[in-house]
């Protein structure tokens, strides 16, 4: 007597990297607030920016996550360069700007009615080059 056993691969599983985004991908998880690899996450989440000062190298990518229940929208108020602003941002979404100009950003959360919505600051610095040490390489000694 032979047992037949079936199975289905790949279905009913959560997708790798799970949520959704408003741009062409959902970007892995990250720890927020942590420059990694040239980017950062900043999670929105009971109408605030998890961290409210940061700062970041020049060319660092900051991706602001939808992490609450209502619609966010991020703006940039003041600061260097070109204004941007996500429109409204649907809950589990994400809305990504790289900053390459060093100075002082303020952003805002539009989406919250009478002007009160959670701001934040991005303070954006040249990328410090590191030295070689002696013998090469950086943080080497002799």
């Given at each position: 007597?032979?047992?037949?056993v079936a199975g289905c691969g790949g279905g009913g599983g959560m997708a790798m990297g799970g949520g959704s985004?408003?741009?062409?991908?959902?970007?892995?998880?990250?720890?927020?607030?942590?420059?990694?690899?040239?980017?950062?996450?900043?999670?929105?989440?009971?109408?605030?920016?998890?961290?409210?000062?940061?700062?970041?190298?020049?060319?660092?990518?900051?991706?602001?996550?939808?992490?609450?229940?209502?619609?966010?929208?991020?703006?940039?108020?003041?600061?260097?360069?070109?204004?941007?602003?996500?429109?409204?941002?649907?809950?589990?979404?994400?809305?990504?700007?790289?900053?390459?100009?060093?100075?002082?950003?303020?952003?805002?959360?539009?989406?919250?009615?009478?002007?009160?919505?959670?701001?934040?600051?991005?303070?954006?610095?040249?990328?410090?080059?590191?030295?070689?040490?002696?013998?090469?390489?950086?943080?080497?000694?002799?």
């Amino acid at each position: 007597m032979a047992l037949l056993v079936a199975g289905c691969g790949g279905g009913g599983g959560m997708a790798m990297g799970g949520g959704s985004s408003s741009g062409p991908y959902a970007p892995p998880f990250q720890e927020p607030c942590q420059v990694v690899d040239g980017r950062v996450v900043v999670d929105i989440r009971e109408t605030e920016f998890v961290c409210e000062d940061l700062t970041v190298p020049a060319e660092t990518q900051v991706v602001w996550t939808n992490s609450d229940e209502v619609e966010h929208g991020i703006a940039k108020t003041k600061g260097p360069g070109s204004d941007f602003n996500s429109g409204p941002l649907q809950p589990g979404s994400t809305f990504s700007q790289v900053l390459d100009e060093v100075g002082t950003y303020e952003i805002k959360d539009e989406e919250i009615k009478g002007g009160e919505g959670p701001m934040m600051t991005i303070s954006v610095e040249e990328e410090e080059e590191v030295e070689p040490a002696p013998g090469g390489q950086p943080g080497a000694t002799p």
